[in-house]
């Protein structure tokens, strides 16, 4: 059984009409999107911008209505679930978007920043429990202890990344959605942040779900890749299989404007 299963998603989104004079026809925002991801695998959604990838993350964390379709995580639809018994499986679904600044409440300290969900999900842990988790969500993320006491708006980029992925880590996801992550980050850095994940994988058994408009990246991260144009998955294959022999059109224009990490 996949750990995330997808199943003929559609999201559409009525805009009205400038003046209000009449309901403007609804506009797909996905359609009939299916895909599977297996434990322990790193799956690379691959599109630009407008082509679904924000409303299928926030579907999966049950933030964007759904018009039809399935999302069913560890054989159950979270789509059907209670608000409580949802909030029971999304500590196992964490999510790092590229704008850590906006997710990150600028008047909390990082300490605070990291505390946070552990009141939320574990709110029976001892000081010195939290106080344990909290190191080690640190330094799984590469983030300094002298750190704890600084505000965002004190950290560079790089650092409020890990402290995004630090504050995912924290909670012992399951599943980690990787949403344009690197976006704001020179090469050198992006690279160390991307092997960092793939290392995290690897000690932690995380599965990745790596959302992203570079190809390159995805080819870097992935098992296996989806492509995704227009609210549409129009190609699918291994890393090896979309970069070297590319079949639709929009993947040929991706692959044709690729530079390699």
Not at 47 to 61: C, F, V, Y
Not at 77 to 102: P, T, Y
């Amino acid at each position: 059984m996949p750990l995330l299963s997808v199943q003929n998603l559609n999201i559409c989104q009525t805009r009205p009409d400038r003046w209000l004079r009449y309901q403007a026809a609804p506009e797909k925002l996905l359609d009939q999107v299916s895909f599977e991801l297996e434990e322990k695998q790193c799956l690379a959604l691959v599109g630009e911008q407008r082509s679904g990838k924000m409303p299928l993350t926030l579907a999966l964390l049950r933030q964007h209505p759904v018009s039809s379709g399935r999302i069913e995580y560890r054989g159950q639809d979270i789509l059907a679930m209670s608000k409580k018994r949802f909030q029971s499986s999304c500590r196992e679904i964490q999510v790092v978007f590229a704008d850590n600044f906006s997710a990150l409440n600028p008047h909390h300290s990082v300490k605070k920043i990291l505390n946070e969900p552990l009141a939320v999900h574990f709110p029976s842990l001892s000081e010195s429990e939290k106080k344990h988790r909290l190191e080690y969500a640190m330094q799984l993320s590469d983030l300094d202890s002298e750190l704890l006491p600084r505000w965002p708006d004190e950290l560079k980029p790089s650092q409020r990344i890990r402290l995004a992925l630090a504050r995912a880590l924290i909670v012992e996801p399951r599943l980690l959605i990787c949403h344009d992550t690197v976006n704001a980050l020179d090469s050198p850095v992006q690279a160390q942040i991307l092997n960092l994940l793939l290392d995290l994988r690897d000690t932690l058994n995380l599965t990745l779900l790596f959302v992203t408009h570079d190809l390159a990246i995805a080819d870097h991260m992935s098992d296996h890749m989806l492509i995704l144009h227009r609210g549409s998955i129009v190609e699918s294959g291994s890393p090896e299989e979309i970069i070297h022999h590319p079949k639709h059109s929009y993947t040929q224009k991706l692959v044709s404007s690729t530079t390699t990490i």
